[in-house]
């Protein structure tokens, strides 16, 4: 119904309510019996002004219940038109587009001028969808350095659910070591290797300069690696474990000989996860294996008369808090180890390496010596009289 119409019946109500004589007769009877007085002329007058004043009465009536209605309809007929004109939409498509949007999002989340990080989401296929970007836009060799700074390996990828990303990327990892860059303390000492627990990582030094470190995962909690300073004794290239004969130990070094701990490569989960040893990335534990020198028995094995490589083993992991490189994020010299720590935790050692590295040095001279005795000297040829 249009409006036109919606006028054109109220007015044909008004005119039968106000029109019609037996409203006019009903009105007469109310008068009648209401009335005050007696006379005529007065009762007239009365009844005139009563009748007016009803009339009056009906038709504001009449007129409040046309603007009702018409709003109503109006109402009506708009709630209709809104209806037609908007598309309609499915819960299911709604539900499914903020989803998609939301997880498109770039992973990076955080910077600090140094480091960022990329979330890695629990789904798999979003996980495979984020590490295809993070394939694109780092080359192999810079993949390798995010993840040794995260102390993963690359079977290890996504056993994270965020990785540590540096702004400006050195593949030689040099440029974020934790360890300080020169050791005065051990300017005499030719070679050592450090581990510590508090960062899960390694360092090497050489006459005081450190010339490599990286990532490890060491003893987890309820088997940690033995403290302290040791040295290397044997090493092997594929060695097999004495936990389960399953476990391949390439490039091991052995630097706990009856506990059976050494360095070797094996996973590298992003947390201390080992049986006690020192587990190390392939390329790392290589370069370790050909570094690192062994000990030297006495003939027959049973003793030894010379140590190999210093080794230190220091600190304490925070077990079950934030992951000390995740602190990065924060403050990029958050793992730093300061060179008074450094100082103050060799100081009590380094006679003792110097000892036995002068000691060392004696034994392999002497071996050398013997060796070149034990070597025939070459017979003077004969000479034939010339013709």
């Known amino acids: 119904m249009n409006r036109f119409n919606l006028d054109h019946a109220h007015l044909t109500y008004f005119f039968m309510v106000f029109l019609c004589p037996f409203n006019y007769f009903i009105l007469g009877l109310i008068f009648v019996f209401i009335s005050p007085t007696n006379d005529p002329k007065l009762f007239m007058k009365n009844m005139f002004e009563k009748k007016l004043y009803l009339c009056f009465l009906l038709i504001a009536t009449c007129l409040v219940s046309c603007k009702k209605e018409i709003e109503r309809n109006d109402q009506t007929l708009g709630d209709n038109n809104s209806t037609t004109e908007l598309p309609i939409v499915k819960k299911d498509s709604l539900k499914k587009d903020s989803v998609v949007k939301k997880e498109s999002v770039s992973p990076v989340i955080q910077k600090n001028g140094f480091y960022s990080a990329w979330v890695l989401p629990k789904d798999k296929k979003l996980r495979d969808s984020i590490y295809a970007e993070f394939s694109k836009k780092y080359s192999e060799k810079e993949r390798y350095a995010i993840l040794a700074l995260n102390r993963l390996d690359s079977k290890n990828k996504w056993n994270s659910d965020t990785l540590v990303v540096p702004v ?45 470190w990286g990532p490890t995962s060491m003893g987890k909690k309820t088997a940690q690696t033995t403290r302290g300073l040791t040295f290397a004794n044997w090493k092997k290239k594929l060695a097999i474990s004495t936990v389960s004969t399953e476990w391949k130990l390439p490039y091991n070094v052995n630097i706990h000989n009856l506990g059976g701990i050494g360095w070797h490569q094996y996973d590298l989960p992003g947390y201390p996860a080992s049986h006690s040893c020192l587990r190390l990335l392939l390329k790392d534990a290589e370069w370790l294996y050909s570094y690192a020198d062994t000990w030297v028995l006495n003939p027959g094995g049973a003793t030894t008369k010379a140590k190999g490589t210093p080794v ?31 100082t103050q935790l060799l100081q009590p050692n380094i006679e003792k390496m110097l000892k036995e590295q002068e000691n060392r040095e004696k034994v392999v001279d002497s071996i050398q010596a013997a060796k070149a005795m034990m070597v025939p000297s070459q017979e003077k040829p004969i000479e034939t009289p010339g013709t």
């Open 168 to 212: 400006k990327m050195d593949t030689t990892l040099m440029e974020y070591s934790p360890f300080p860059m020169q050791l005065d303390i051990l300017s005499g000492v030719k070679k050592f290797v450090i581990f510590s627990y508090p960062i899960q990582a390694y360092g090497v030094y050489s006459n005081g300069s450190l010339v490599k």
């Open 312 to 342: 230190m083993v220091f600190g304490d992991y925070q077990w079950g808090g934030r992951k000390p490189w995740r602190k990065l994020l924060n403050d990029p010299n958050a793992n730093n180890i300061s060179v008074e720590e450094m």
